[in-house]
């Protein structure tokens, strides 16, 4: 495998490491040199300093013991020819001899400020009887030696030496050193070039491999054989390239391959049908593109442990591949040399076939119709039978689609249509394209006009049989447009469910109808008002905080709103079901099971629901008109069924009076239908309810 990675030039040595590395050395030992001169120039002078001061107080202590013997003579004359002499020198600025009380005897040289600073000197030197010393600001040197006699102080010898009088210029006696140490150090440089360049030639092996696998994506492994840290790289970058090759080898397999079911994955189909395409732009061949949806499968995995589920999905993998090879030599007749269909795995229970070289879309529908044909015979597995539902859309590449994803959107496009169709089979055609855009056009338009509250209530009578009153009524969602053009909701319900915008529309409804409901009761027109639950609100766990909280914003009693929850939602999880609406029982809402009988509802978990009202669904009403004796043997059971639990009976969708008093007749409760009149605005609700109080109208006559 060719390993490809990013150019790693950063990590290659940078050009002149080996000059900078000498420079950096000879600087070091340049720097090292300079140190160790002036080292030895500052010692040497300091040196000299202190040398020449010993020297000074030799020199004066000598002139103590001379002029002490001339005081004992008392010839002060000889004194003064003596300190003459030696003011001659041109590095002596002043001496002096002074007496034990510090008056001078005799003196040659100096100024007033001398005078002063030898004067000081003098008298520390007469009180310590010990020479002693003072070097000004100016670096003017003054010593003065006590003059002393058997024992006694007699006098004090000064002396004051000139500032330069101590200079020593040590540069030129370290000369021959300094050249010594200047060849040493051009020598060294390339000696240390040499160290250098061998010191580092591991790391130029491992910069030009570290090149070569950037680059290449593979290089033969490094061999340094140094015994120290470069070889524990070179080592560790051997290791490494070899793992990282192995790494990127699992990783392809990961992205092309379906862990599970070892089909190509959508990613390698994807390929597989865009490098197809790109060659029929030359040969104009044509493929087919199946994308095969297993309905069944998700449902029956969530069933299974994780082991069972992959073992599982292994199975209907294997019956996938063989039912693709049995079908492509049925509708192709391949001969031996053609190219094969590729099966794959694109989802949780999608599958896809390519199949090349099919032109026709009757071609291409055949083999699709034969591919769910084997996929829907039972899976016998571990004693069991299973049966999951093929559906299949295909479409054509590359007429259907100019690249792959094109064309397996356009596929799903018709799988998705295809679960309406029949056969359970779906060729692409632009239509439903077409389709396709005018639902996402009438979902952007469904959000905004949630956003402008076009979405309005509306109110269809349900009629007490009892009284012949209106009653109660169900409120009905409406989407009226702002030039006033009512969308029906056979068009935007499904587009809401599909969508997720069920829920919010669905809340909108309610909470219209509380304030509805609670504003004719406060006129003294009560009625029950009923309002659809839809299965994303009912999901909720805070379903039931939130319609109270609706009701108590409101104003309306609990017992005015009636919410109907279709039998499917309950049963499938009927104790859930029950934790949900028992505190809105308990509160005082009204609780009513929509759709009864055309499901799958079972009556001992329906026995456990605090349900107070059965909605009889309008198609055992339409099948009475059509004289079904079983319809209404159906119905007349239900209306036992709810005699027994003491359950209010709603039969909806009544059209004809016979309808109403078959019902009547067997004890049903309310009627609602166009029989009375189909949903109406609030405020034409509000009007028969007006009407309805001032002149006791019947159902028919507010109709």
Same mark, same amino acid.
């Given at each position: 495998?060719?390993?490809?990675?990013?150019?790693?030039?950063?990590?290659?040595?940078?050009?002149?490491?080996?000059?900078?590395?000498?420079?950096?050395?000879?600087?070091?030992?340049?720097?090292?040199?300079?140190?160790?001169?002036?080292?030895?120039?500052?010692?040497?002078?300091?040196?000299?300093?202190?040398?020449?001061?010993?020297?000074?107080?030799?020199?004066?202590?000598?002139l103590?013991?001379?002029?002490?013997?001339?005081?004992?003579?008392?010839n002060?004359?000889?004194?003064?020819?003596?300190?003459?002499?030696?003011?001659?020198?041109?590095?002596?600025?002043?001496i002096?001899?002074?007496?034990?009380?510090?008056?001078?005897?005799?003196?040659?040289?100096?100024?007033?400020?001398?005078?002063?600073?030898?004067?000081?000197?003098?008298?520390?030197?007469?009180?310590?009887?010990?020479?002693?010393?003072?070097?000004?600001?100016?670096?003017?040197?003054?010593?003065a030696?006590?003059?002393?006699?058997?024992?006694?102080?007699?006098?004090?010898?000064?002396?004051?030496?000139?500032?330069?009088?101590?200079?020593?210029?040590?540069?030129?006696?370290?000369?021959?050193?300094?050249?010594?140490?200047?060849?040493?150090?051009?020598?060294a440089?390339?000696?240390?070039?040499?160290?250098?360049?061998?010191?580092?030639?591991?790391?130029?092996?491992?910069?030009?491999?570290?090149?070569?696998?950037?680059?290449?994506?593979?290089?033969?492994?490094?061999?340094?054989?140094?015994?120290?840290?470069?070889?524990?790289?070179?080592?560790?970058?051997?290791?490494?390239?070899?793992r990282?090759?192995?790494?990127?080898?699992?990783?392809?397999?990961?992205?092309f391959?379906?862990?599970?079911t070892?089909?190509?994955n959508?990613?390698?189909?994807?390929?597989?049908?865009?490098?197809?395409?790109?060659?029929?732009?030359?040969?104009?061949?044509?493929?087919?593109?199946?994308?095969?949806?297993?309905?069944?499968?998700?449902?029956?995995?969530?069933?299974?442990?994780?082991?069972? #589920?992959r073992?599982?999905?292994?199975?209907?993998?294997?019956?996938f591949?063989?039912?693709?090879?049995?079908?492509?030599?049925?509708?192709?007749?391949?001969?031996?040399?053609?190219?094969?269909?590729?099966?794959?795995?694109?989802?949780a229970s999608?599958?896809?076939?390519?199949?090349?070289?099919?032109?026709?879309?009757?071609?291409?529908?055949?083999?699709?119709?034969?591919?769910?044909?084997?996929?829907?015979?039972?899976?016998?597995?571990r004693?069991?039978?299973?049966?999951?539902?093929?559906?299949?859309?295909?479409?054509?590449?590359?007429?259907?689609?100019?690249?792959a994803?094109?064309?397996?959107?356009?596929?799903?496009?018709?799988?998705?249509?295809?679960?309406?169709?029949?056969?359970?089979?779906?060729?692409?055609t632009?239509?439903?394209?077409?389709?396709?855009?005018?639902?996402?056009?009438?979902e952007?338009?469904?959000?905004?006009?949630?956003?402008?509250?076009?979405?309005?209530?509306?109110?269809?009578?349900?009629?007490?049989?009892?009284?012949g009153?209106?009653?109660?009524?169900?409120?009905? #969602?409406?989407?009226?447009?702002?030039?006033?053009?009512?969308?029906?909701?056979?068009?935007?319900?499904?587009?809401?469910?599909?969508?997720?915008l069920?829920?919010?529309?669905?809340?909108?409804?309610?909470?219209?109808?509380?304030?509805?409901?609670a504003?004719?009761a406060?006129?003294?027109?009560?009625?029950?008002v009923?309002?659809?639950v839809?299965?994303l609100?009912?999901?909720?766990?805070?379903?039931?905080?939130n319609?109270?909280?609706?009701?108590?914003?409101?104003?309306?009693?609990?017992?005015?709103?009636?919410?109907?929850?279709?039998?499917?939602?309950?049963?499938?999880?009927?104790?859930?079901?029950l934790?949900?609406?028992?505190?809105?029982?308990? #509160?005082?809402?009204?609780?009513?099971?929509?759709?009864?009988?055309?499901?799958?509802?079972?009556?001992?978990?329906?026995? !456990?629901?605090?349900?107070?009202?059965? !909605?009889?669904?309008?198609?055992?009403?339409?099948?009475?008109?059509?004289?079904?004796?079983?319809?209404? #043997?159906?119905?007349?059971?239900?209306?036992?069924?709810?005699?027994?639990?003491?359950m209010?009976?709603?039969?909806?969708?009544?059209?004809?009076?016979?309808?109403?008093?078959?019902?009547?007749?067997?004890?049903c409760?309310?009627?609602?239908?166009?029989?009375?009149?189909?949903?109406?605005?609030?405020?034409?609700?509000?009007?028969?309810?007006?009407?309805?109080?001032?002149?006791?109208?019947?159902?028919?006559?507010?109709?």
């Amino acid at each position: 495998m060719n390993l490809r990675l990013p150019k790693l030039a950063s990590l290659s040595r940078p050009r002149g490491l080996q000059a900078r590395a000498v420079v950096f050395t000879a600087m070091l030992m340049a720097v090292t040199a300079a140190v160790s001169a002036a080292i030895l120039i500052f010692g040497a002078q300091t040196e000299g300093e202190r040398q020449q001061l010993s020297i000074t107080r030799d020199l004066t202590e000598h002139l103590a013991t001379r002029a002490g013997d001339i005081m004992a003579r008392g010839n002060t004359r000889v004194l003064e020819m003596m300190i003459q002499g030696s003011t001659q020198q041109r590095n002596v600025r002043s001496i002096s001899i002074r007496d034990a009380q510090g008056a001078v005897l005799a003196q040659s040289g100096g100024d007033a400020q001398d005078n002063i600073i030898m004067a000081r000197v003098t008298q520390r030197a007469l009180s310590d009887r010990v020479s002693a010393y003072n070097r000004s600001a100016d670096g003017v040197v003054t010593v003065a030696s006590p003059v002393i006699r058997e024992g006694h102080v007699i006098g004090v010898a000064v002396r004051m030496w000139e500032a330069d009088a101590y200079k020593f210029d040590a540069v030129p006696s370290l000369t021959p050193f300094l050249l010594i140490l200047a060849c040493l150090a051009l020598a060294a440089i390339p000696l240390t070039s040499h160290a250098v360049r061998q010191t580092i030639a591991p790391l130029d092996e491992l910069a030009r491999y570290a090149a070569k696998v950037g680059e290449e994506g593979q290089a033969p492994p490094i061999n340094i054989r140094t015994g120290d840290e470069f070889e524990t790289l070179a080592n560790a970058l051997n290791n490494m390239t070899g793992r990282l090759d192995a790494s990127m080898r699992q990783i392809q397999e990961i992205a092309f391959v379906d862990p599970v079911t070892r089909l190509p994955n959508q990613d390698r189909f994807i390929r597989e049908v865009d490098f197809f395409i790109l060659q029929s732009q030359s040969t104009k061949g044509g493929a087919a593109v199946a994308v095969v949806d297993l309905m069944r499968l998700p449902r029956l995995l969530q069933t299974l442990d994780p082991d069972a #589920a992959r073992e599982f999905l292994r199975v209907v993998a294997d019956r996938f591949v063989s039912s693709v090879r049995t079908v492509d030599r049925v509708v192709r007749m391949r001969p031996q040399g053609d190219r094969p269909a590729v099966p794959a795995r694109l989802g949780a229970s999608e599958f896809g076939v390519f199949v090349p070289d099919l032109l026709s879309a009757s071609d291409a529908a055949r083999f699709a119709q034969h591919l769910n044909a084997a996929l829907d015979q039972p899976f016998d597995w571990r004693g069991h039978k299973f049966t999951l539902g093929a559906c299949c859309g295909v479409a054509l590449a590359a007429h259907d689609g100019g690249d792959a994803d094109t064309a397996i959107r356009h596929a799903r496009m018709a799988m998705a249509a295809a679960h309406a169709a029949p056969a359970r089979v779906k060729i692409y055609t632009q239509s439903l394209d077409r389709e396709a855009v005018a639902r996402l056009t009438l979902e952007r338009e469904m959000r905004g006009a949630l956003e402008r509250n076009e979405f309005r209530a509306y109110f269809q009578p349900k009629i007490n049989l009892a009284t012949g009153r209106i009653e109660a009524c169900e409120a009905l #969602a409406r989407w009226i447009r702002p030039d006033r053009t009512i969308i029906s909701p056979g068009r935007f319900i499904p587009v809401a469910e599909e969508s997720g915008l069920i829920g919010a529309l669905s809340d909108a409804i309610m909470r219209e109808a509380c304030w509805k409901a609670a504003a004719w009761a406060r006129a003294g027109q009560p009625a029950k008002v009923a309002v659809n639950v839809s299965a994303l609100q009912f999901r909720s766990d805070r379903f039931a905080e939130n319609v109270l909280r609706v009701v108590a914003h409101a104003g309306l009693a609990p017992s005015n709103l009636e919410l109907e929850i279709t039998e499917s939602m309950v049963m499938a999880d009927p104790d859930r079901a029950l934790r949900i609406i028992k505190p809105l029982r308990d #509160a005082g809402v009204r609780l009513a099971i929509d759709d009864f009988g055309c499901g799958h509802s079972s009556l001992a978990a329906l026995s !456990k629901l605090p349900f107070d009202v059965i !909605k009889i669904d309008q198609q055992f009403i339409r099948a009475l008109e059509k004289g079904d004796t079983q319809s209404a #043997a159906i119905v007349e059971m239900i209306l036992a069924l709810a005699r027994t639990l003491n359950m209010e009976i709603v039969a909806e969708g009544v059209e004809r009076r016979e309808d109403m008093e078959f019902m009547a007749a067997r004890g049903c409760h309310w009627i609602q239908g166009f029989l009375f009149g189909a949903a109406v605005s609030a405020p034409e609700f509000a009007e028969l309810l007006r009407r309805q109080a001032g002149d006791d109208v019947s159902a028919e006559d507010a109709a």
